[in-house]
């Protein structure tokens, strides 16, 4: 267990703000990495007061601490520009790590669904980790798939679609998504604090299944009462032209980042993943889903 602080940035996000919970009631001091001094983070953690795009900042966030947790990022359903946080923003942050001799970063990025060839979106957050590789602190890159769980951002965006009376899709439908629990991706990032095994490397998430895009909609449909969900497939080029058209409002509800991240599968290399590096079964989408419901 670190006797120094575990300094989280996105502190007060969805998987930041889980995180830092598990680890102070593990006993583990947390500090927590917040854009303004009135921000609430979890009871028993210390706040800092830093940003991304403030080298200074993170320099002083980085003092004394004895691992870096990354959880902050701009995520695709949000309108762009990215690149200064999940690129230079990050490298800036792997950077002060090092320098203030931390000893293993943490790094959240998702699951490369791009192959050779990724859009700006993914090739921004692939520049990112190329900057936390780069920066000389050892380090962990964790890959986890789309995230559920209490308050699951994507989740709740899902299921304000299937309220109503047509769910637009792109695509076929058929994309596959490996599902994970919040709390699996956390119990795995506590995991990686202690040992040496996993630095130096990349670590898929995902969870036991491997669910279509139509099927999820269904069963968050079932969740909420409704017996069949209706769904409009759109051929991908139609979505990207309109998410590409839509950006002249302030907040669109679709931007290119998130069709990007829909283009292909996002699944890790073996549905087992999870079991056979951390020796735990992350819990089913559709079997949490059955007993908790959607926890929006």
Not at 144 to 160: D, E, L
């Amino acid at each position: 267990m670190p006797d120094a602080p575990v300094l989280i940035t996105g502190s007060t996000g969805f998987i930041g703000s889980r995180l830092a919970r598990r680890l102070v009631s593990a006993g583990i001091p947390v500090r927590a990495l917040a854009r303004n001094s009135s921000a609430t983070v979890v009871p028993g953690a210390e706040l800092v007061v830093g940003d991304l795009t403030d080298r200074a900042s993170l320099e002083r966030a980085c003092d004394g601490a004895s691992a870096v947790i990354s959880c902050a990022a701009i995520t695709g359903d949000k309108k762009g520009p990215y690149d200064h946080v999940n690129d230079t923003g990050i490298t800036a942050l792997a950077q002060a790590a090092t320098a203030a001799g931390v000893e293993r970063m943490i790094h959240f990025g998702g699951l490369d669904t791009a192959g050779p060839k990724p859009g700006p979106y993914l090739a921004g957050r692939r520049r990112g980790e190329e900057g936390v590789k780069s920066a000389g602190v050892p380090w962990t890159i964790l890959q986890p798939s789309v995230q559920f769980g209490p308050h699951s951002p994507f989740i709740a965006a899902m299921a304000g679609l299937v309220r109503g009376p047509v769910v637009p899709v792109p695509g076929n439908g058929h994309t596959r998504i490996q599902l994970i629990h919040v709390d699996d991706v956390c119990r795995a990032a506590q995991e990686c604090l202690t040992g040496d095994q996993r630095l130096g490397r990349y670590v898929e998430l995902g969870g036991p299944e491997a669910v279509e895009y139509d099927a999820m909609l269904d069963i968050i449909g079932r969740s909420l009462g409704k017996t069949k969900v209706r769904k409009l497939h759109a051929p991908m080029g139609v979505v990207k032209l309109q998410a590409k058209l839509l950006q002249v409002l302030p907040k669109p509800p679709v931007t290119p980042a998130a069709v990007e991240l829909l283009e292909h599968d996002n699944v890790a290399a073996t549905l087992d993943g999870v079991q056979s590096e951390f020796g735990f079964t992350p819990v089913g989408f559709a079997e949490h889903v059955a007993s908790h419901g959607l926890e929006l």
